[in-house]
């Protein structure tokens, strides 16, 4: 089955799926009610959006000399930096770095990157336990599950669900509350972090001019990942970059407002290297992995670069009503939602998933909510537009014809009946099987027109 099809067969059961719709809109009220608080911080949000989105155009336009200056600053501090131009790149560097080390466990902190190069997947083959250290990220994993939502991975499942997942993994007591649910995990991430090999973690926003990873959260794992193991790996895509630390105090607050309502998270993580010859406490090892995966492809195009602004905050797809009906999973993609309609064909093979940018009404809101002002719709319309370069022949033909049909009077003055019998024959390559097309009426506008003016 192709991937359209499967997208529309999965999206056709969830948003009928009642109990699938009440949780969700459950989390996310609760997100909205949160969201609308985290965002009376500001006097003027726009305005910091205005900021924060002119500071990201400028990134992008140096987007070279800025990941330059970045590596080049954090090999000063003493962190060791490697480019992965692929997920195939990536993992055979890493798979040639633990050969020569002695790994058997692997603490992670949460990370979109790492679940877009299927991190946990490779490890595993090489017979490395990787552990998801974030609450939500621990819960699917456990349940054998991809992160739902960029932000809250685990969205989709209720307190039930997940105390019933517990019962069956660890013998949990079945009804236990949320909070001795989070007490488990926390005590048994625990020995995890102590005994790990290895820590890795992502980046919220690479600080060029100081060549510092900037990292923020609210359970403490990602310090825990990053601070007891010897060997502390950050993966992280070339887009995080940003001019400096002087840029966090607008950018940090943004991200928590949008993303979970919060006025500042709870930790806000600053890494520099490994620990210095007079600390006792951190990593021996720093490694930072700068993975390209095809945004030198988005970067090279000017218009789609501007999606490369992005800092993951997860808004759009909160205030998504497709993504709000069908939900994650449906998207099967890393990055789900309006932005991941927007990026994800081209990550991956565009023209497998070149229906996902009709997967938008185009209300516009994803655009209204963005931090960084990013243009979602005109970047979805352009995709759309580009998919057609990998239409079919039989598409092709259909949208040629309606060409022609549209372009020239004497076709367009035909009587209804004929243009109705003609849209009949294209209508599954231009507007699916899904939908119907009204009949046109005997006569056309301007031949009514014309007709009502002489009276």
């Known amino acids: 089955m192709s991937k359209a099809k ?155 669900d997940i105390a019933e997942l517990f019962n069956e993994h660890f013998d949990t007591d079945v009804n236990l509350s949320a909070e001795e649910l989070t007490d488990f995990v926390r005590h048994y991430l625990r020995k995890k972090f102590v005994s790990a090999d290895v820590g890795v973690t992502g980046a919220n926003f690479l600080c060029a001019n100081e060549g510092a990873v900037a990292v ?51 930790y806000s993580n600053l890494f520099f290297g490994p620990k210095k010859t007079n600390e006792t406490d951190g990593p021996d090892r720093m490694l930072i992995f700068l993975i390209d995966n095809k945004r030198s492809e988005i970067y090279s195009d000017k218009k789609d670069r501007e999606a490369l602004k992005c800092i993951r905050c997860g808004a759009c797809l909160n205030a998504c009503p497709v993504y709000k009906n069908i939900g994650g999973y449906t998207y099967n993609t890393t990055y789900s939602g309006p932005i991941g309609s927007v990026i994800s064909p081209h990550l991956n093979d565009f023209k497998e998933y070149k229906h996902l940018s009709f997967a938008s009404s185009l209300c516009g809101k994803c655009e209204e909510v963005c931090p960084v002002k990013i243009k979602l719709t005109d970047l979805l319309l352009k995709n759309r537009q580009d998919a057609q370069v990998h239409n079919d022949t039989l598409t092709d033909a259909s949208n040629i014809a309606l060409y022609n049909i549209l372009s020239k009077r004497s076709l367009m003055n035909l009587p209804g009946n004929y243009k109705s019998k003609l849209t009949k024959v294209f209508q599954s390559g231009l507007i699916g099987s899904d939908k119907k097309l009204s009949a046109f009426e005997p006569k056309t506008f301007s031949q009514q027109w014309k007709k009502n003016k002489k009276r």
Do not use: C
Not at 21 to 46: C, H, P, T, W
Not at 134 to 146: C, H, P, S, T
Not at 240 to 259: E, M, N, R, S, Y
């Open 216 to 266: 923020t959260e609210n359970e403490g794992n990602v310090l825990l990942s990053a601070s007891f193991p010897k060997l502390h790996i950050v993966i992280a895509g070339i887009e995080k970059v940003i001019p400096g630390i002087d840029h966090l105090p607008l950018f940090w607050p943004l991200l928590a407002a949008h993303g979970t309502g919060q006025q500042l998270t709870v």
């Open 6 to 160: 499967s997208f529309k067969k999965e999206a056709a059961h969830v948003a009928n799926d009642l109990q699938h719709r009440k949780i969700i809109q459950f989390n996310m009220s609760k997100y909205e009610a949160a969201v609308a608080d985290g965002k009376l911080r500001y006097k003027d949000l726009s305005l910091a959006k205005e900021q924060a989105s002119a500071i990201k155009d400028d990134v992008v336009k140096r987007l070279p000399y800025l990941l330059e200056e970045f590596e080049t600053n954090a090999v000063n501090n003493g962190a060791e930096v490697y480019w992965a131009e692929s997920t195939s790149d990536l993992i055979d560097q890493l798979t040639h770095l633990f050969s020569d080390l002695p790994v058997e466990t692997l603490v992670k902190s949460k990370s979109m990157v790492t679940e877009e190069v299927n991190l946990n997947e490779h490890l595993d083959k090489l017979g490395i336990e990787s552990v998801e250290t974030d609450l939500g990220e621990f819960i699917v994993q456990v349940a054998g599950e991809k992160p739902y939502h960029i932000v809250t991975p685990a969205m989709h499942k209720s307190k039930q």
